[in-house]
């Protein structure tokens, strides 16, 4: 499966979700590194590095276990602040 038809399932409402069926619950969609460097069209490494930073230009994401998400609409509020930066 690609990036970008990875991307497009957090964009299902979530009762057609393909892997929680009938699940009716509004939690925002998670993305991985690799689903915000296809939506940033980034090398992932981009995405990593920004993770690092202690500076307002940080991507917003956090950690679960060794893994990093970042909610979908935190992502694209940070993009808009950065274009106004």
Do not use: C
């Amino acid at each position: 499966m690609s990036a970008s038809e990875k991307l497009a399932l957090h964009t299902l409402p979530l009762e057609s979700h393909p892997v929680v069926p009938g699940i009716r619950v509004n939690t925002p969609a998670l993305l991985s590194v690799e689903e915000v460097a296809a939506l940033l069209k980034v090398p992932p490494s981009w995405v990593y590095d920004r993770t690092r930073l202690r500076t307002k230009e940080r991507i917003p994401g956090f950690r679960l276990g060794k893994y990093w998400r970042f909610r979908e609409a935190d992502v694209l509020a940070w993009l808009e602040r950065q274009r106004g930066a």
